[in-house]
């Protein structure tokens, strides 16, 4: 996903801070302007988040419409998953290989 938002340009949604405005009462059109912005791609980020996840990730979202808040969420109840699902699939590799390398020392002095 974040490869995704990283090649649509979203990614600094995620990493960056919102414009503020240094006048609340009287916002300069430029500081408007940039707001504006920022909340059209963030909901389009949110947007690419949420039709992109699987259909039986969508309920730890619920009812969160912040892309932050949303990222935040996904990664700390899917992260630690990856990390271990990571490590349990390099650990068979390893074995696999180490496996394929004795097979193959068996079978050349043969």
């Known amino acids: 996903m974040r490869t ?3 090649s649509l ?7 960056g801070t919102a414009p503020t405005i240094t006048d609340s009462d009287d916002p300069m059109a430029s500081e408007a ?8 791609r963030s909901i389009s980020a949110f947007m690419e988040i949420s039709f ?4 039986s990730a969508k309920f730890v ?7 932050k ?11 630690a998953k990856q990390h271990g699902l990571q490590s349990g699939l390099v650990a068979k590799l ?3 290989s180490i496996l394929i390398a004795a097979l ?7």
Not at 52 to 55: L, S
Not at 69 to 79: D, Q, S, T, V, Y
Not at 104 to 110: I, K, L, P, V, Y
């Open 4 to 6: 995704v938002l990283l």
């Open 9 to 15: 340009r979203q990614w600094s949604l995620i990493t």
């Open 33 to 40: 302007s940039a707001i504006e912005a920022f909340e059209v």
């Open 52 to 55: 992109r996840i699987a259909d």
């Open 61 to 67: 979202l619920g009812h969160i419409e912040d892309l």
């Open 69 to 79: 808040a949303a990222w935040e969420l996904l990664e700390r109840c899917f992260c």
């Open 94 to 96: 390893v074995a696999l």
């Open 104 to 110: 193959w020392s068996t079978s050349a002095q043969s």
